[in-house]
């Protein structure tokens, strides 16, 4: 199970962190991400992180977010700076124990239940 937090409204520039909340086994969190979804649009890969902290980043986020984990706490972290108005979107943790990246939707086995960020200019 997954629990997302962290969301909220925030200028334009500004910064949230997002968190997610792992729980069951950490086998089944081997590879952790998420996904954000603007209304009216398709569900869209955001970031990931497997194995020894290996991390990537979709394009329009690149050098404005950040994920990381804690394995101990079995939590992943979204640090989201610059914020601009086409971040808004709800953003879904994801996770499972596959040991490769993918950022297709369908391939991630467990799905938590969202948060919304809001970006106002």
């Known amino acids: 199970q997954l629990q997302a937090s962290g969301g909220g409204l925030v200028q334009t520039g500004g910064s949230l962190t997002l968190s997610c909340a792992a729980s069951g086994r950490t086998s089944d969190t081997y590879r952790m991400g998420w996904f954000r979804q603007a209304q009216g649009k398709e569900r869209e890969f955001v970031a990931a992180?497997?194995?020894?902290?290996?991390?990537i980043y979709a394009d329009p986020v690149k050098g404005r977010f950040t994920i990381s984990r804690d394995i101990v706490k079995n939590m992943v972290y979204l640090q989201m700076n610059s914020l601009d108005v086409e971040d808004t979107a709800v953003y879904y943790c994801v996770a499972d124990g596959a040991t490769w990246f993918t950022r297709r939707a369908d391939e991630y086995d467990y799905w938590g239940q969202g948060t919304e960020v809001t970006v106002s200019s």
């Open positions: 992180t497997w194995g020894n902290g290996r991390t």
